[in-house]
């Protein structure tokens, strides 16, 4: 998989009139972090940006689903902790390649626009 597939799976997730449930969330989750955990050192400045924005919306998912009152808002509470540590990697990451933070944003922007 790349960072492009990861990305047209959180697409299509994004247009779901209902919420996946936590096996297929936890499915997802762990093969972004599979596949960044091989790739992360060599992913350019684009692909970057898109792991970046992906990182972001899993955590904010996790983060809304962690207040909930039920057995998995544990796991989803670590889930936004380790996404979140991820996404302020990619930041920092693309702060040292050139980009400012506003540049940055402005891309985040831009993936939401399009989603």
Do not use: P
Request: proline share 0%; hydrophobic share 35%.
């Amino acid at each position: 998989m790349s960072i492009e597939t990861h990305l047209v799976q959180l697409k299509e997730y994004l247009k779901l009139d209902s919420e996946i449930s936590h096996e297929e969330f936890a499915a997802y989750y762990n093969d972004v972090i599979s596949f960044l955990q091989d790739n992360f050192d060599c992913l350019e400045k684009e692909d970057s940006l898109k792991g970046r924005y992906i990182m972001k919306i899993v955590a904010l998912n996790a983060g809304d689903r962690s207040k909930r009152k039920d057995k998995y808002a544990k796991k989803f509470k670590k889930t936004l902790e380790k996404a979140q540590l991820w996404a302020d990697a990619f930041n920092y990451r693309l702060l040292k390649m050139g980009l400012s933070q506003g540049e940055i944003d402005a891309s985040h922007e831009e993936f939401n626009k399009s989603m």
